[in-house]
């Protein structure tokens, strides 16, 4: 058996080529302090969008992080996994479709279409999962059946209730703030028919204006932790590597949607790596559609390349919010350039590890950018494609 990697691995399936051009890594990935080794697959669910209005800088940021993490995860051998759903059973969605005198699923996908070409300018792949909350309800009412089984459940009136106080108070929030989240997120506390104010629906009865499907519970429609519970175990089974999301869906989203698969399958945990973009802040503000502080992709494409954008979103630590001014796009634009020019220079194939493994260490881009621009040659080029910057346009 050959003594070194580099002359090829010998195994069931023979004899790997010395060609492979994937490296072998001894370093695990870390995310805020999680070290996070892999092998094989890396199983990552990014919650996804809600189609019902444009595609805004707070959501790019979300989705571009997301995937430059299963682009740092393919550079060390391990092929990503990604899953990005659509939560096309939504009450502000079914509001926003009757605004607009359409049915809620096309008007939905006509919304998608907007979000998977602002994708696309932004360098974003497609994930090799897109479920769609209406292809999963029969999942989420088998999803509620498992609840109830266990204990984690109750039902009244047609709506399946998730006992939620142990979400609460694992939370860290004091019970004003997780009160106050849960409405935020369009949940009612305290609802007739629930036994605490921190249970939330995992199915619940339709009125005449929202979609509606059969039940062992009447007609009704899922709730929206669930959904993400159910759609998430239907691809990946009840345990993941990593679960990503904005830094605003930690409470009470993530909490019930992995409450919710841990109670059902009795796994824990379910996610080994939790994942939470920094929120970006317009004027002080978090930009939200709610508020209408926002800063189109559309709009920004319409002057600068994805690349540069893209690279704007990227430089930075990922957890923390930030503020957008125009002028980080011209920063961005300007770091571009340096990198190409270095990228031109010569270099040794091993001065690329520096960057790769400050890239493994928590995404740390602001770093890996620094070696780069002054190692040049191989090392900025790795960059270049690892980042994805260079796969964008106008």
């Known amino acids: 058996m050959p003594s070194e990697f580099s002359s090829g691995v010998v195994g069931l399936a023979g004899r790997v080529p010395a060609t492979d051009p994937r490296p072998l890594l001894s ?9 996070l080794p892999l092998t094989g697959r890396a199983r990552i669910y990014t919650c996804g969008i809600t189609p019902y209005d444009v595609t805004h800088l707070g959501h790019a940021a979300t989705f571009v992080w997301s995937d430059l993490l299963a682009s740092v995860v393919r550079a060390t051998g391990v092929e990503p996994e990604v899953c990005r759903n659509v939560t096309d059973v939504d009450d502000v969605l079914t509001a926003a479709a009757s605004g607009h005198g359409r049915p809620y699923d096309e008007f939905a996908l006509s919304q998608e279409f907007l979000f998977e070409r602002d994708m696309r300018a932004l360098g974003v792949a497609r994930p090799a999962h897109a479920p769609h909350a209406r292809g999963h309800v029969r999942d989420v009412a088998q999803l509620a059946a498992a609840l109830l089984r266990a204990g984690a459940a109750y039902e009244t009136e047609g709506t399946v209730w998730f006992r939620g106080e142990d979400v609460a108070a694992a939370s860290g ?5 997780a009160l106050a ?9 305290g609802a007739a028919g629930s036994q605490s104010p921190f249970d939330v629906p995992v199915w619940r009865p339709s009125a005449a204006e929202h979609p509606a499907w059969p039940s062992p519970w009447g007609w009704g429609r899922p709730g929206w932790h669930a959904e993400c519970a159910a759609m998430g175990w239907s691809t990946f089974g009840a345990g993941i590597d990593v679960l990503a999301g904005g830094a605003d869906l930690e409470f009470p989203h993530h909490a019930y949607q992995v409450a919710m698969v841990e109670a059902a399958s009795g796994t824990t945990p379910y996610a080994r790596a939790q994942f939470r973009v920094g929120s970006v802040l317009l004027d002080g503000a978090k930009m939200a559609k709610s508020t209408g502080n926002l800063v189109l992709v559309s709009d920004l494409l319409e002057d600068h390349t994805g690349g540069a954008i893209r690279m704007m ?10 503020e957008f001014t125009p002028h980080l796009l011209v920063e961005a634009e300007e770091r571009l350039g340096r990198l190409y020019a270095a990228a031109g220079r010569p270099g040794r194939a091993e001065d690329v590890a520096p960057v790769l493994e400050a890239l493994l260490d928590d995404l740390d881009v602001v770093r890996a950018c620094a070696l780069a621009e002054e190692i040049g040659g191989p090392a900025a080029r790795t960059l270049l494609s690892v980042l994805r910057v260079d796969q964008t346009s106008r």
């Open 27 to 35: 370093s695990a990935l870390t995310l805020a302090g999680t070290s």
């Open 173 to 177: 929030l004091a019970e004003h703030e």
């Open 181 to 189: 989240l849960l409405r935020e997120f369009g949940e009612e506390p």
């Open 313 to 322: 979103l990227l430089h930075r630590p990922w957890s923390q919010a930030w």
